[in-house]
């Protein structure tokens, strides 16, 4: 050990990609012991400067010192063995095996199968240390988001991690395992762990983190402030350069016919289970009806359920009329379903192709851009290019690869396809999840003007303040069923959080 105070220090580091500087310049410091929490737009450069420490990117140019020594990584085993371990932003696990065979891939351990029991107490020893419940012998597929993330944290500790990234890691979790993660950071910390914490939520900033870095457009334009005393206003205006509105303005609005119809739905969940027992619900033209719910309550199978992506056991859904139970993807598309899904790099675009194929996917069968048969490539541009203007997407050309964009740029590709399709309805599911503040703002106004051009809107969202700020009512989803519905404007907290942990509406109002 070394007397720097400092765990990890960055200096001057530049990274260039096509067309972009990432990072220019940067001096980042983590100190021994500190949360500190990484900051910026969508794009800025923090997923870049945080890949170069973890040696997965090499700098153009720059200096990285750990416990105060020069050190160069050639690949991410560099640094591991210098104890520096990152929980990435998409997840890096085998879904078809286990919880402990994932955090043992990769590693020299010896004759791992014959020892797999020896295996998993080791992994449980590293979990009640920690706080980190998940079951050693669950594979990937079977268990949910935030325990996969779990397993990515564990994966580094068992490295011996010294240092630890997290990349986002509240951006795919609920309330409550937000909560139970910021317990493992102060776990981490007290233990001499020291944490660089990237997150879009400004409140979660303010109640973790010791000190803030603020990264725009690839400079730094805060470097170590430390964080008390200061307000959310301040560091938006640090991080996007202006002004950021909290508050949404939502014009009165009368909803006209019922569009999207759900009855007595009924599905089971990827381990079998049933994840819908009997669910109704319906949402009118120029309506947003948000689902209230901690996740796992069904949520993800509502939305496939509609979109055609996952057979219904039973119920029906339609739209404007048509039957679409147990219809293909195509026939929701077709019937005027846009879905912005949950998982925007696996099912919400194609991380291989361009911004321009991504865009045209729900278009191009027809006029301008196809005729059925060929497609007008240079139309198909003209046409990706307005969308990338009108829609502020951030990248160096319209042929950019989907999988180069940042979160929020990848959202907003995905949000220009769907929302120019005119559909009926759209299931957005956690639309502004890992979004910067003013993406957020961005997303929440152009839902909003579908709201007010008469599209249906179900917005499945896990915030709360989301909710009560988008919503005309509001229904609150537990375990497959609604437990009732709530006008927003006159919602209640309290209520809504009783009906999440499974209290029904009737039963608050019986006395
Ligand atoms: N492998 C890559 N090849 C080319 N360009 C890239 C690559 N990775 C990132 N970029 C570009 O570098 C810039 C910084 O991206 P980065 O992912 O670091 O942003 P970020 O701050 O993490 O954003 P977000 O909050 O959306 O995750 C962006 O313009 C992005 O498009
Ligand atoms: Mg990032």
């Given at each position: 050990m070394?007397?720097?105070?400092?765990?990890?220090e960055m200096y001057d580091i530049v990274i260039r990609f096509p067309g972009v500087l990432a990072n220019d310049h940067v001096n980042f410091t983590l100190k021994r012991g500190e949360i500190h929490a990484l900051l910026g737009e969508n794009g800025a450069g923090k997923s870049t400067l945080m890949n170069v420490l973890s040696g997965l990117y090499k700098p153009n140019s720059g200096v990285i010192k750990v416990?105060?020594?020069?050190?160069?990584?050639?690949?991410?085993?560099?640094?591991?063995?210098?104890?520096?371990?990152?929980?990435?932003?998409?997840?890096?696990?085998?879904?078809?095996?286990?919880?402990?065979?994932?955090?043992?891939?990769?590693?020299?351990?010896?004759?791992?199968?014959?020892?797999?029991?020896?295996?998993?107490?080791?992994?449980?020893?590293?979990?009640?240390?920690?706080?980190?419940?998940?079951?050693?012998?669950?594979?990937?597929?079977?268990?949910?988001?935030?325990?996969?993330?779990r397993v990515e944290i564990l994966k580094t500790l068992y490295r011996g991690a010294n240092v630890l990234i997290f990349d986002e890691p509240t951006a795919v979790l609920a309330p409550q395992e937000i909560n139970d993660l910021i317990a493992t950071m102060r776990a981490l910390v007290a233990q001499g762990k020291s944490i660089i914490f990237i997150s879009h939520k400004l409140h979660e900033v303010e109640a973790v983190a010791d000190r803030i870095t603020v990264?725009?457009?690839?400079?730094?334009?805060?470097?170590?402030?430390?964080?008390?005393?200061?307000?959310?206003?301040?560091?938006?205006?640090?991080?996007?350069?202006?002004?950021?509105?909290?508050?949404?303005?939502?014009?009165?609005?009368?909803?006209?016919?019922?569009?999207?119809?759900?009855?007595?739905?009924?599905?089971?969940?990827?381990?079998?289970?049933?994840?819908?027992?009997?669910?109704?619900?319906?949402?009118?033209?120029?309506?947003?009806?948000?689902?209230?719910?901690?996740?796992?309550?069904?949520?993800?199978?509502?939305?496939?359920?509609?979109?055609?992506?996952?057979?219904?056991?039973?119920?029906?859904?339609?739209?404007?009329?048509?039957?679409?139970?147990?219809?293909?993807?195509?026939?929701?598309?077709?019937?005027?379903v846009a879905h912005i899904p949950e998982d925007r790099t696996r099912v919400g675009s194609s991380p291989n192709l361009t911004i321009t194929d991504n865009v045209i996917m729900k278009t191009y069968r027809g006029e301008p851009i196809g005729n059925g048969a060929t497609i007008d490539e240079t139309k198909a541009e003209e046409y990706a290019r307005s969308l990338k203007q009108s829609y502020d997407i951030l990248a160096p050309s319209v042929q950019t690869l989907a999988r180069k964009l940042s979160g929020g740029n990848l959202q907003k590709v995905i949000l220009a396809r769907e929302i120019?399709?005119?559909?009926?309805?759209?299931?957005?599911?956690?639309?502004?999840?890992?979004?910067?503040?003013?993406?957020?703002?961005?997303?929440?106004?152009?839902?909003?003007?579908q709201r007010m051009a008469g599209t249906a809107i179900l917005l499945i969202s896990e915030e709360l303040e989301e909710l009560m700020a988008l919503s005309d009512r509001i229904a609150v989803i537990y375990d497959g069923q609604i437990m009732g519905i709530v006008d927003a404007g006159q919602a209640d907290i309290n209520e809504i959080g009783l009906m999440m942990t499974g209290t029904r509406q009737t039963a608050l109002h019986a006395s």
């Open positions: 070394s007397n720097s105070p400092y765990a990890v416990n105060g020594q020069v050190v160069t990584f050639h690949s991410p085993r560099d640094a591991i063995a210098k104890g520096i371990g990152m929980v990435h932003q998409h997840f890096m696990l085998v879904p078809t095996q286990t919880v402990t065979e994932n955090i043992l891939l990769g590693l020299r351990e010896p004759r791992f199968f014959m020892n797999l029991p020896r295996y998993e107490r080791k992994v449980q020893e590293l979990q009640a240390q920690f706080g980190l419940r998940v079951d050693p012998k669950a594979k990937i597929w079977q268990i949910s988001v935030g325990e996969q993330q990264l725009r457009k690839g400079r730094v334009t805060a470097e170590g402030l430390p964080m008390a005393g200061r307000t959310r206003r301040e560091l938006a205006q640090l991080m996007v350069g202006r002004d950021v509105v909290f508050t949404l303005e939502k014009e009165a609005r009368t909803p006209g016919e019922v569009v999207l119809q759900v009855r007595d739905l009924k599905a089971t969940n990827n381990k079998g289970a049933p994840a819908l027992r009997g669910l109704s619900l319906e949402v009118r033209a120029g309506e947003i009806v948000g689902i209230a719910g901690v996740a796992g309550n069904g949520q993800s199978e509502l939305a496939e359920c509609i979109t055609g992506l996952r057979a219904c056991d039973g119920g029906a859904v339609s739209v404007a009329g048509i039957d679409l139970t147990n219809q293909p993807p195509l026939a929701a598309i077709l019937a005027g120019t399709t005119n559909p009926k309805v759209i299931i957005a599911v956690q639309p502004t999840r890992g979004l910067d503040v003013g993406a957020v703002e961005a997303i929440q106004q152009h839902l909003l003007q």
